[in-house]
T-cell receptor, first 112, second 115 residues
Framework: KQEVTQIPAALSVPEGENLVLNCSFT??????LQWFRQDPGKGLTSLLLIQSSQREQTSGRLNASLDKSSGRSTLYIAASQPGDSATYLCAVRPGSNYQLIWGAGTKLIIKP | SAVISQKPSRDICQRGTSLTIQCQVDSQVTMMFWYRQQPGQSLTLIATANQGSEATYESGFVIDKFPISRPNLTFSTLTVSNMSPEDSSIYLC????????????FGSGTRLTVV
């Protein structure tokens, strides 16, 4: 059974720092992995989608990597800003099943 | 990618009443999903809304409590029936986008408080 874990559960850093959020999964047979951002009480915004055949995806200051063999993905945020404060969720789509398996999220606070 | 309009964004409801949440998508999509996010928790899939057939519910969720309609490929509703305070959650709709490499897009969420 696929399980997704996100570490750390919470992170607080000063503005301007580069940081890494981690997502691990137990079964390497995945179709893709998606990173989302959620602001308090709001919906989810898709940040990056990595297909199983890809190693990384980039969008602006964000870079997501995928290592299926080790069951890990990282979300790298460069030059963090207070506006990056949110909860970051990773979700794995296992095989051809349309359901997503969710991590519990990392709550990120960027201090001005 | 698809753009989803979800309404209402929030509501405070009396116990025993029902609330219907709407999701409108700006393009035709095959699959729409309804999620619940209880306070401090991650997302839990309630059901998959299929156009032209009954929704497929996940374990622990039943049609009488969460009736779903999907009259066409761009619209769906979720009703939370006979509400209790335990139903206080964020409810989210999501669509499946083959055109974007099979990624998922979410609505802005409905924050429901039952008093």
């Amino acid at each position: 059974k696929q399980e997704v874990t996100q570490i750390p559960a919470a992170l607080s850093v000063p503005e301007g720092e580069n940081l890494v959020l981690n997502c691990s999964f137990t079964d390497s047979a995945i179709y893709n992995l998606q990173w989302f951002r959620q602001d308090p009480g709001k919906g989810l915004t898709s940040l990056l989608l990595i297909q199983s055949s890809q190693r990384e995806q980039t969008s602006g200051r964000l870079n997501a990597s995928l290592d299926k063999s080790s069951g890990r993905s990282t979300l790298y945020i460069a030059a963090s800003q207070p506006g990056d404060s949110a909860t970051y969720l990773c979700a794995v789509r296992p095989g051809s099943n349309y359901q997503l398996i969710w991590g519990a999220g990392t709550k990120l606070i960027i201090k001005p | 990618s698809a753009v989803i309009s979800q309404k209402p964004s929030r509501d405070i409801c009396q116990r025993g009443t029902s609330l219907t949440i709407q999701c409108q998508v700006d393009s035709q999509v095959t699959m729409m999903f309804w999620y619940r996010q209880q306070p401090g928790q991650s997302l839990t899939l309630i059901a998959t809304a299929n156009q032209g057939s009954e929704a497929t519910y996940e374990s622990g969720f039943v049609i009488d409590k969460f009736p779903i309609s999907r009259p066409n490929l761009t619209f769906s509703t979720l009703t939370v029936s006979n509400m209790s305070p335990e139903d206080s959650s964020i409810y989210l709709c999501s669509v499946f986008n083959p055109s974007t490499g099979y990624g998922y897009t979410f609505g802005s969420g409905t924050r429901l408080t039952v008093v």
